[in-house]
């Protein structure tokens, strides 16, 4: 626990070049490494050799990644020259596409087969009449023929020839036209029907007697269909487990990986050096890590490279961590800077609870954090500020809008809403102070405190006469001992001309407590809200009372306070937020330090399944 970040640790790592590929590999996964590449030796290109092979890849990925197996992708374990393993990975890949074209080949003949039937099926389903004999159709000729046009529903035909005999069918997504005609007649329909993205289907020569007999045929040849591209998919996978292709795409996906995010390594004939920055400031799990991959390297810490700017690592124990959100809104804490993560952890739920105070709303807050912080940890900050609203709901005694449930510890809102108003300003004051005291630490740590007992500190003195005067008027003579003390150190601090430096230093003072004044009052719209919760809240009751049953008031009710739940929580979300960036970031924290970037993990990549591998053959006429 501190309020101090932590540089990143600088570490060297010397590898054996064989044992290069893996070791970076579980180094991104940890997320807890930096690359910065930083050697007096020659760079060169650890894989110069690379991008050839990959253009090879990508072309083989388009026209096959629809077949290829698509979990348990795992690069290989055993060491190699990332040569070697690209080789060895094309030439498993180059086998399996030989092997696997003929049935690849007969799998997109049948998925085409299979398209046009379930198109001709939808035509016999969706036809009226069950007395034509689609015999006639198929051995039309030799002066006429037939043809069957499918277009969107979508499309608008101006006019038919009347020399065509068509039955027209029309669905939801198509428009069927059964044609009949002269060759010539039904040629230049077909000219004119690729205008409006129409497509032709060949009637099989198999489809004979009437609607109902037709719809059986066509139904049985497409079940034959299904089942044949099941077992030649299954015949794919086999040849997949044959030639252990999920080794070699895990492989090549590693290799590609390693290009794009680590392409410039020193390295010699038997070696590699693997530098940069880790957040393991300890320098245990870093060594360990690499112990477990069996890696044939040696880590160790040197003092970072002259010149160098360490990231910065923010180390806050698990409970506050997701309040570090509100501190990356303004950057990273540089050295001499505050964390105040761990300080949030109790500002925040303060706030939010005091703007959103009630016992039920609290309560769905609570268990959406508890709920859905595995899958988004940054919700874990819903816990606290749930528990916060369910404490000041008891304080304000409002259950779900309802004030009839509990009675009031404090105050009910509606009823004294001056005192609601006024007393979040009494916490923007301390808030604002803790800002302040925050300032002098970071003073100390930048060699700068003799400025901030001279000057700065005197403006704490005045700031807390101005307040205490409200209370008492001999916290007038505060703010005189305050102004005599300022003035007096900035004569001190300066440098050239008194008078000048006096000038300049009156300036600031008055924009300094203009700000903090209005930062104080600021702090009244934490009150201003929770009245506004509370009027949300009684409007919802006087509307669920004026229901005529008990059914409309529960549809009041529920709908009422989920629209309180949405709406009021986006508001206070926000409100939290700009206080706690604009009100008490500002005293204190610059964001100045460096980001540290975790080395990106490799990632598997998505299935892009080309549309005829998926069936999906968009025909024209």
Known sequence: MTLRPVPARWFEILIARDDL????????????????????????????????QLEDYNRLMRRYEAYWPKQDLHPSDVPGQPTERMDNAMEKLNAWKQAADPVINQIETLLNDQIELSLLLKLLTNMQSDVIDFSYFVNAG?????????????????????SVLIIRVKTEQHIFLLSVGLKSDLESLQHDLIALKGRTVILPKWLVGNRLEAHEQVQHRLNEIAQKIKQHRQRIDELSEIHNLTRALGDIQQLEWFLTHVSDL????????????????????????????????????????????????????????????????????????????????????????YMFGDVGHGLVFFMAGILLQKRWPLLKILISCGAASMVFGFIFGSVFSSEQVIEPLWVNPIEQPLSVLFLPMIGGVVILLLGLFLNSVQAYWRGEMKHWLLVDAAVIVMYLGIIGSFIHSWFVAAFIFGLCWYFAGSAVMARGHIMQALGTALGQLMENLLQLLINTISFIRVGAFALAHAGLSLAVMVLANTADNYIWTGIVMVTGNIIILVLEGMVVSIQTTRLVLFEFFIRFLRGTGRVFRPLTAPQTPKQHLSKNNQGEHHGHV
């Open 21 to 52: 590929l893996k070791t970076v590999d579980t180094l991104a996964r940890s997320g807890t490494v930096e690359l910065e590449t930083h050697s007096e030796m020659t760079k060169r290109a650890v894989m110069p050799d690379l991008r050839d």
């Open 142 to 162: 030799p002066v006429l023929t037939s043809q069957l046009f499918i277009l969107p529903a979508t499309a608008h035909i101006e006019h038919l020839p009347p």
């Open 266 to 353: 020193p390295v010699s004939e038997n070696f590699a050096w693997i530098t940069g920055w880790t957040n393991d400031v300890n320098g245990t799990d870093l060594s360990q890590m690499l112990e477990k991959t069996a890696a044939r390297a040696v880590v160790h810490y040197p003092p970072p490279p002259i010149g160098s700017k360490s990231p910065m690592v923010m180390h806050n124990p698990g409970w506050s961590r997701p309040f570090e959100l509100f501190t990356r809104l303004l950057g990273t804490p540089a050295r001499d800077e505050m964390d105040p993560s761990i300080l949030l952890m109790i500002i925040v739920p303060l706030l939010f609870g």
